[in-house]
């Protein structure tokens, strides 16, 4: 058999998890444990793109 197997499909709840998981582990204010804009806005878009 040849050819590859083709990529994953991924859900845009998955991609805006990785976008919100990848700004709280380099965000400085996130891994001080305050309060982060960007983070909330992150992570409403991220529970809005799971319903």
Do not use: I, K, N, Q
């Not at 859900?11 to 998981?21: M, T």
């Not at 582990?25 to 891994?31: A, I, L, N």
């Not at 001080?32 to 809005?48: K, Q």
Request: net charge positive; hydrophobic share 35%; with cysteine.
């Amino acid at each position: 058999m040849t050819g590859s197997m083709p990529a994953p499909v991924r859900s845009s709840g998955d991609e805006a998890y990785r976008a919100f998981l990848g700004h709280t582990y380099s965000c400085t204010t996130c891994r001080a444990g305050a309060h982060c804009v960007t983070a909330v806005r992150l992570g409403r878009a991220w529970r809005e793109a799971r319903r």
